[in-house]
Protein backbone atom coordinates (compact mmCIF):
# COMPACT_ATOMS: atom_id res chain seq x y z
CA UNK A 1 0.00 0.00 0.00
CA UNK A 2 1.08 3.51 -1.31
CA UNK A 3 1.87 5.69 2.02
CA UNK A 4 -0.51 8.54 2.73
CA UNK A 5 1.70 11.97 2.04
CA UNK A 6 -1.22 14.12 1.09
CA UNK A 7 -4.45 15.04 2.89
CA UNK A 8 -6.47 15.47 -0.37
CA UNK A 9 -9.22 16.94 1.53
CA UNK A 10 -7.23 19.48 2.84
CA UNK A 11 -5.73 20.58 -0.25
CA UNK A 12 -9.03 20.75 -2.16
CA UNK A 13 -10.01 22.94 0.59
CA UNK A 14 -6.78 25.20 0.21
CA UNK A 15 -7.20 24.90 -3.89
CA UNK A 16 -10.67 25.94 -3.54
CA UNK A 17 -9.36 29.34 -1.75
CA UNK A 18 -6.47 29.60 -4.21
CA UNK A 19 -6.99 33.38 -5.67
CA UNK A 20 -6.00 33.73 -9.27
CA UNK A 21 -3.11 37.16 -9.03
CA UNK A 22 -1.50 35.00 -7.03
CA UNK A 23 -1.31 31.61 -9.33
CA UNK A 24 1.60 33.26 -11.35
CA UNK A 25 3.83 29.97 -11.16
CA UNK A 26 0.92 27.80 -12.43
CA UNK A 27 0.46 30.65 -15.21
CA UNK A 28 3.71 30.76 -16.80
CA UNK A 29 3.62 26.94 -16.40
CA UNK A 30 1.40 27.07 -18.99
CA UNK A 31 2.87 29.51 -20.93
CA UNK A 32 6.32 27.50 -20.98
CA UNK A 33 4.20 24.20 -21.54
CA UNK A 34 2.72 25.84 -24.93
CA UNK A 35 6.13 27.49 -25.85
CA UNK A 36 8.14 23.62 -25.02
CA UNK A 37 4.81 22.32 -27.41
CA UNK A 38 5.83 24.62 -30.34
CA UNK A 39 9.77 23.55 -30.56
CA UNK A 40 8.61 19.97 -31.07
CA UNK A 41 8.17 19.06 -34.68
CA UNK A 42 5.08 17.45 -34.01
CA UNK A 43 1.40 18.33 -34.56
CA UNK A 44 -0.92 17.44 -31.29
CA UNK A 45 -4.38 17.22 -31.57
CA UNK A 46 -5.64 15.28 -28.97
CA UNK A 47 -3.93 16.86 -25.35
CA UNK A 48 -4.96 16.34 -21.61
CA UNK A 49 -3.55 18.06 -19.31
CA UNK A 50 -3.47 17.19 -15.41
CA UNK A 51 -4.02 20.23 -13.21
CA UNK A 52 -5.78 21.51 -10.27
CA UNK A 53 -6.56 24.93 -12.57
CA UNK A 54 -8.38 24.32 -15.66
CA UNK A 55 -8.92 28.16 -15.98
CA UNK A 56 -5.28 28.36 -16.84
CA UNK A 57 -5.77 26.24 -19.83
CA UNK A 58 -8.58 27.27 -22.07
CA UNK A 59 -9.01 24.97 -24.91
CA UNK A 60 -7.57 22.82 -23.74
CA UNK A 61 -9.25 19.31 -22.33
CA UNK A 62 -7.92 19.40 -18.45
CA UNK A 63 -8.54 16.39 -15.85
CA UNK A 64 -7.61 16.49 -11.62
CA UNK A 65 -4.76 15.12 -10.71
CA UNK A 66 -6.50 12.44 -8.87
CA UNK A 67 -5.03 9.11 -7.79
CA UNK A 68 -6.79 7.68 -10.78
CA UNK A 69 -6.43 9.74 -14.13
CA UNK A 70 -9.23 10.17 -16.01
CA UNK A 71 -7.50 9.17 -19.54
CA UNK A 72 -8.50 6.44 -21.69
CA UNK A 73 -5.90 4.46 -22.72
CA UNK A 74 -4.02 5.01 -25.78
CA UNK A 75 -5.91 7.84 -26.36
CA UNK A 76 -4.11 11.00 -26.39
CA UNK A 77 -0.57 12.11 -28.13
CA UNK A 78 0.02 14.32 -25.50
CA UNK A 79 -0.61 14.47 -22.16
CA UNK A 80 1.25 17.44 -19.59
CA UNK A 81 1.21 17.18 -16.19
CA UNK A 82 0.94 20.76 -14.72
CA UNK A 83 2.65 21.37 -11.46
CA UNK A 84 0.89 18.96 -8.90
CA UNK A 85 3.19 15.88 -9.33
CA UNK A 86 5.03 17.25 -5.82
CA UNK A 87 1.29 16.24 -3.91
CA UNK A 88 0.89 12.91 -5.65
CA UNK A 89 1.45 10.39 -2.92
CA UNK A 90 2.54 7.77 -6.00
CA UNK A 91 4.01 9.95 -8.34
CA UNK A 92 6.09 7.18 -10.57
CA UNK A 93 2.06 5.81 -11.09
CA UNK A 94 1.11 9.02 -12.48
CA UNK A 95 3.52 8.96 -15.03
CA UNK A 96 2.99 5.27 -15.32
CA UNK A 97 -1.10 6.45 -16.26
CA UNK A 98 0.09 9.00 -18.02
CA UNK A 99 1.95 6.86 -20.79
CA UNK A 100 -0.47 4.72 -20.98
CA UNK A 101 -2.87 7.33 -22.12
CA UNK A 102 -0.57 8.16 -24.71
CA UNK A 103 -0.50 6.64 -27.86
CA UNK A 104 2.91 4.91 -29.35
CA UNK A 105 5.44 8.47 -29.57
CA UNK A 106 3.50 10.68 -27.74
CA UNK A 107 4.81 13.33 -26.04
CA UNK A 108 4.70 12.95 -22.19
CA UNK A 109 5.48 16.74 -20.22
CA UNK A 110 5.71 17.47 -16.60
CA UNK A 111 6.35 20.45 -14.49
CA UNK A 112 7.17 20.00 -11.13
CA UNK A 113 8.23 21.65 -8.00
CA UNK A 114 12.39 21.23 -7.42
CA UNK A 115 14.25 20.33 -4.15
CA UNK A 116 15.42 24.10 -4.26
CA UNK A 117 12.03 25.37 -4.15
CA UNK A 118 11.51 27.95 -0.76
CA UNK A 119 15.17 26.24 0.46
CA UNK A 120 15.22 29.87 2.39
CA UNK A 121 11.43 29.62 4.46
CA UNK A 122 12.23 26.13 4.96
CA UNK A 123 15.43 26.87 6.89
CA UNK A 124 14.08 29.78 8.82
CA UNK A 125 10.71 27.83 9.76
CA UNK A 126 12.76 24.34 11.26
CA UNK A 127 15.39 27.13 12.69
CA UNK A 128 12.44 29.31 14.27
CA UNK A 129 10.18 26.38 15.68
CA UNK A 130 13.11 24.47 17.35
CA UNK A 131 14.21 27.70 18.94
CA UNK A 132 10.48 28.56 20.05
CA UNK A 133 8.61 25.32 21.10
CA UNK A 134 12.04 22.68 21.16
CA UNK A 135 10.90 20.55 18.64
CA UNK A 136 9.87 20.10 14.89
CA UNK A 137 7.35 19.38 13.39
CA UNK A 138 6.11 18.21 9.23
CA UNK A 139 5.20 21.49 7.69
CA UNK A 140 6.54 21.63 4.34
CA UNK A 141 6.42 18.92 1.41
CA UNK A 142 9.34 17.20 0.68
CA UNK A 143 10.13 18.09 -2.81
CA UNK A 144 13.04 15.90 -5.06
CA UNK A 145 15.97 16.79 -6.65
CA UNK A 146 16.40 16.65 -10.86
CA UNK A 147 18.24 13.46 -10.76
CA UNK A 148 16.02 11.61 -9.05
CA UNK A 149 12.54 12.96 -10.71
CA UNK A 150 14.43 12.38 -13.90
CA UNK A 151 14.76 8.64 -13.06
CA UNK A 152 11.04 8.68 -12.55
CA UNK A 153 10.53 8.94 -16.12
CA UNK A 154 12.54 5.74 -17.27
CA UNK A 155 10.41 4.02 -13.90
CA UNK A 156 7.37 5.04 -15.63
CA UNK A 157 8.14 3.22 -19.06
CA UNK A 158 8.50 6.64 -20.96
CA UNK A 159 11.44 6.63 -23.71
CA UNK A 160 13.86 9.26 -24.39
CA UNK A 161 13.92 10.73 -20.71
CA UNK A 162 15.51 14.30 -20.59
CA UNK A 163 15.24 16.28 -17.29
CA UNK A 164 16.13 20.40 -17.17
CA UNK A 165 15.01 22.94 -14.33
CA UNK A 166 14.09 26.26 -14.07
CA UNK A 167 14.63 28.35 -11.17
CA UNK A 168 12.60 31.91 -10.48
CA UNK A 169 13.47 34.41 -7.29
CA UNK A 170 10.99 36.43 -6.63
CA UNK A 171 11.52 39.47 -3.84
CA UNK A 172 8.76 40.00 -0.81
CA UNK A 173 8.70 42.78 1.46
CA UNK A 174 8.60 40.06 4.24
CA UNK A 175 7.94 36.23 5.44
CA UNK A 176 4.47 36.70 6.22
CA UNK A 177 3.85 38.74 2.85
CA UNK A 178 5.30 35.30 0.88
CA UNK A 179 3.34 33.25 3.63
CA UNK A 180 0.39 35.11 2.07
CA UNK A 181 0.80 34.55 -1.25
CA UNK A 182 1.55 30.52 -0.91
CA UNK A 183 -2.26 30.43 0.75
CA UNK A 184 -3.26 32.14 -2.48
CA UNK A 185 -1.76 29.67 -4.70
CA UNK A 186 -3.31 26.87 -2.54
CA UNK A 187 0.40 25.51 -1.95
CA UNK A 188 0.12 25.81 1.90
CA UNK A 189 0.66 22.32 3.75
CA UNK A 190 -1.55 19.65 2.87
CA UNK A 191 0.72 16.95 4.36
CA UNK A 192 -1.03 14.13 6.27
CA UNK A 193 1.25 14.60 8.99
CA UNK A 194 1.11 17.83 9.58
CA UNK A 195 0.21 19.29 12.79
CA UNK A 196 -3.33 20.14 13.08
CA UNK A 197 -3.41 23.54 14.88
CA UNK A 198 -2.56 26.94 13.83
CA UNK A 199 1.12 27.32 14.07
CA UNK A 200 2.21 29.74 17.47
CA UNK A 201 2.45 33.35 16.17
CA UNK A 202 5.36 33.42 17.93
CA UNK A 203 6.98 31.13 15.63
CA UNK A 204 5.75 32.43 12.87
CA UNK A 205 7.35 36.05 14.04
CA UNK A 206 10.47 34.19 14.77
CA UNK A 207 10.77 32.40 11.48
CA UNK A 208 10.40 36.26 9.87
CA UNK A 209 12.92 37.49 11.83
CA UNK A 210 15.39 34.83 10.85
CA UNK A 211 14.65 34.44 7.12
CA UNK A 212 15.57 38.56 6.88
CA UNK A 213 18.16 38.33 9.20
CA UNK A 214 19.83 35.79 6.76
CA UNK A 215 18.46 36.62 3.21
CA UNK A 216 17.25 39.98 2.99
CA UNK A 217 18.86 41.75 0.20
CA UNK A 218 19.95 45.83 0.63
CA UNK A 219 16.35 47.13 0.14
CA UNK A 220 14.91 44.96 3.00
CA UNK A 221 13.41 42.40 0.79
CA UNK A 222 13.61 38.60 1.25
CA UNK A 223 13.97 36.88 -2.18
CA UNK A 224 12.06 33.27 -2.62
CA UNK A 225 13.17 30.97 -4.61
CA UNK A 226 10.94 28.27 -6.67
CA UNK A 227 12.47 25.70 -8.61
CA UNK A 228 10.82 24.22 -11.84
CA UNK A 229 11.90 20.66 -12.72
CA UNK A 230 10.79 20.02 -16.38
CA UNK A 231 10.51 16.13 -17.25
CA UNK A 232 9.98 14.91 -20.96
CA UNK A 233 9.61 11.25 -22.24
CA UNK A 234 8.25 9.65 -24.89
CA UNK A 235 5.85 6.53 -24.84
CA UNK A 236 7.83 3.97 -26.27
CA UNK A 237 7.96 3.06 -30.32
CA UNK A 238 9.51 1.05 -32.72
CA UNK A 239 10.92 3.93 -34.82
CA UNK A 240 12.73 5.66 -32.34
CA UNK A 241 16.53 6.03 -32.14
CA UNK A 242 18.00 3.07 -29.67
CA UNK A 243 21.12 2.69 -28.24
CA UNK A 244 23.13 0.72 -29.32
CA UNK A 245 24.11 -2.35 -27.43
CA UNK A 246 27.52 -2.64 -25.43
CA UNK A 247 29.97 -3.29 -27.69
CA UNK A 248 28.72 -2.54 -30.92
CA UNK A 249 30.04 0.83 -31.27
CA UNK A 250 32.04 1.78 -34.74
CA UNK A 251 34.30 4.26 -33.21
CA UNK A 252 36.41 5.14 -29.82
CA UNK A 253 35.37 7.88 -27.86
CA UNK A 254 38.91 8.57 -27.64
CA UNK A 255 39.59 8.97 -31.00
CA UNK A 256 36.76 11.54 -30.87
CA UNK A 257 37.78 13.55 -28.14
CA UNK A 258 41.17 13.53 -29.18
CA UNK A 259 42.43 17.06 -30.60
CA UNK A 260 42.89 17.84 -34.26
CA UNK A 261 46.10 18.67 -35.51
Known amino acids: MTPQLTDRPALALHRA ?5 ALFLHAAVAAEAQERMKEVNRTFTDITVVTPFPDLWPGFRTVPDADVLDIAPASQDLVIHALCLHWA ?10 RRGLRPDGLFLCATLGGQTLHELRAALAEAEVAVTGGLSPR ?5 EIRDLGALLQRGGLALPVADADSLTVRYRDALHLMRDLRGMGET ?3 AARPRRF ?3 AVLLEAARRYAAAYAEADGRIPATFETIWLTGWAPDPGQPQPLRPGTATHRLADALRPKD
Request: aromatic share 0%; proline share 12%; hydrophobic share 40%.
Open 17 to 21: RATPD
Open 89 to 98: DDPVGQIVQA
Open 140 to 144: VLPMG
Open 189 to 191: SAL
Open 199 to 201: TRR
